[in-house]
């Protein structure tokens, strides 16, 4: 069974950083886009940002500049590099990734749980 765990949440004052981390696991033939969405309290779920097999980027206009997404093949993993955080990128990151498991004939979309990042001074 294929599934992904995020990991790498937390608490981080404004202007700092994080790290997320995604890995999926379990029968894999493949893997195409592998994004990162969140969802604040009160508010739908959100892309952030998104990463093509071969590396090509798309970010929301607000994280632009100050997020960067990249992936690594051979992990089956994707991170989210946050810095300059501010109050506002207070949410739960989900990733979410197209994958193609052993078995079937065509790529189905996966979520992970959820990791909460909480910006506060």
């Known amino acids: 069974q294929v599934q992904l765990v995020e990991s790498g949440g937390g608490l981080v004052q404004p202007g700092g950083s994080l790290r997320l981390s995604c890995a999926a696991s379990?029968?894999?033939?493949?893997?195409?886009?592998m994004s990162w969405y969140r969802q604040a309290p009160g508010k739908e779920r959100e892309p952030v940002a998104v990463?093509?097999?071969?590396?090509?980027?798309n970010y929301a206009d607000s994280v632009k500049g100050r997020f960067t997404i990249s992936r690594d093949n051979a992990k089956n993993t994707v991170y989210l590099q946050m810095n300059s955080m501010k109050l506002e990128d207070t949410a739960v990151y989900y990733c979410k990734a197209k994958i193609w498991e052993s078995g079937r004939s065509a790529y189905f979309t996966v979520w992970g749980q959820g990791t909460q990042v909480t910006v506060s001074s």
């Open positions: 990463i093509g097999r071969g590396g090509n980027t």
């Open positions: 379990g029968s894999i033939v493949s893997i195409g886009d």
